[in-house]
Each structure stands twice: as C-alpha cells, then as structure tokens.
C-alpha cells in the first residue's frame, strides 16, 4: 500500500507554454501532499505543502502565480507551471502523507520538466 | 532550513555493514526520524523511521540514543544495489503540517 504516482514521468515544452503535473495517491487518501524541486546533483527543495480544500502554503521564494497548485480531491493534486522558462527545467517530486500522527510520506516517481 | 548534518558520502564493498550517522541537535519532542533512500531520477523512498532507542525493519536498523541529538542509520550487508543518496530527516511542525526538510543527503556507493 500507500503508492503515489505522478503524470507525466517527463515533459518537454517550450518556453512561455504551461505544464501541468499530476500527483495521485493510489490506495490512500492524503489530507495533505507536498510538492519538492531538485536540481541536478542537489537535495530536494519544498515548493508547497498542499491541502485538499484550501490554499496550498508556499515557502518562502516560491512564486505562487507561477507554480499554481490545485488539491481538489483526497487523492489528486496538481501543480501547473506557468509561462514556464529554461530555468524551471528540473525534476518535480510529490508526495502524500498518509498518517496524520507521523510525519511519514510517500513520495511519487517525479516528472522531468525540460523547457526549450 | 537545515535541521540535519550527514557526511557527503561514504564508499563501502559488497557484504560489508554501512551505518551513516546523522547530526540533529535542535530536534523537537515530537519530531521523529526518517530516512530515505534516492536513486538517480526516481522518487525518494522511505527506509525507516523511530523515535528513540532502536527500530529494526527487514531492510535497515535505527540507533537513536536517549538524547535523540544524532541517530544512525544501519544497512547490513550492502550490495551494489544499494548505491544512493541517503537523506536523514527530522519532522518540521511549521503551521500544524508536518514539513520535511531535506538535508543534503549521503551519496553511498557499494563497489564489488
């Protein structure tokens, strides 16, 4: 059990489009999913934790116009880059929580965004 | 946010015990300890979890001594398989959700 899946696994698009990436928890419901970034050769950076019914919470230095996030069923979450840049090229990792008395998650296989 | 401190990597053989060791001196009383284990292009994936003492699940051991300011993750008898980065978290109670922040990781690699 407790498996999240993420679509598309890789995205190419060109640069001023929008992506829109998908994060389901399968055989779970996730109160709260939680979107990282991660460079090549870096640790995962959190974007936004996000909540189903309410506005996600953006770290600080995350754009929230540009990175818009949707969590608008216990399994589904999505994160939309808009007007995406050759800067935003990364790997988008999600992932659910699953327990709310434990701080364990489950992390999706990630989405390559490559803009051109 | 940096709660964690690991070393960079660490090089071991097939068969042979890895245990890397991870720095929490500000953890919270109701922080547990997680690792994970990352490979190349994929999802991180959870190894194991605890809150004091020792927790032993049928892929690795946690040692967390009675002042929970460090814990050391155990992987017995590697194989090649088991090359990854290594990410020792503490939960993050900002706002009422449970937040992780990842530190930069142990990259492990198992040679033959």
């Known amino acids: 059990g407790a498996v999240v899946s993420q679509h598309p696994s890789r995205v190419i698009c060109k640069s001023g489009t929008s992506v829109k990436i998908e994060c389901r928890s399968l055989d779970f419901q996730a109160t709260t999913m939680f979107w990282y970034r991660q460079f090549p050769k870096q640790s995962l950076m959190l974007m936004a934790t996000?909540?189903?019914?309410?506005?996600?919470?953006?770290e600080q230095g995350v754009e929230k116009d540009k990175f818009l996030i949707n969590h608008a069923s216990l399994t589904l979450s999505t994160l939309t880059v808009t007007s995406a840049h050759p800067e935003d090229s990364s790997f988008y990792i999600c992932?659910?929580?699953?327990?709310?008395?434990?701080?364990?998650?489950?992390f999706g296989p990630g989405t390559r965004l490559t803009v051109t | 946010l940096a709660k964690t401190t690991q070393p960079i990597s660490m090089d071991s053989y097939e068969g042979q015990e890895v245990n890397i060791t991870c720095s929490h001196n500000n953890i919270a009383t109701n922080d547990y300890i997680t690792w994970y284990q990352q490979f190349p292009s994929q999802g991180p994936r959870f190894i194991i979890q605890g809150y004091k003492t020792k927790v032993t699940n049928e892929v690795a051991s946690l040692f967390i001594p009675a002042d929970r300011k460090s814990s050391t993750l155990s992987l017995p008898r590697v194989s090649l398989s088991d090359t990854a980065v290594y990410y020792c978290l503490v939960g993050d109670r900002g706002g009422g959700d449970y937040k992780l922040s990842f530190g930069a990781g142990t990259t492990v690699t198992v040679r033959a």
């Open positions: 992932s659910a929580r699953k327990n709310l008395l434990s701080d364990e998650q489950y």
């Open positions: 996000s909540n189903e019914g309410s506005k996600a919470t953006y």
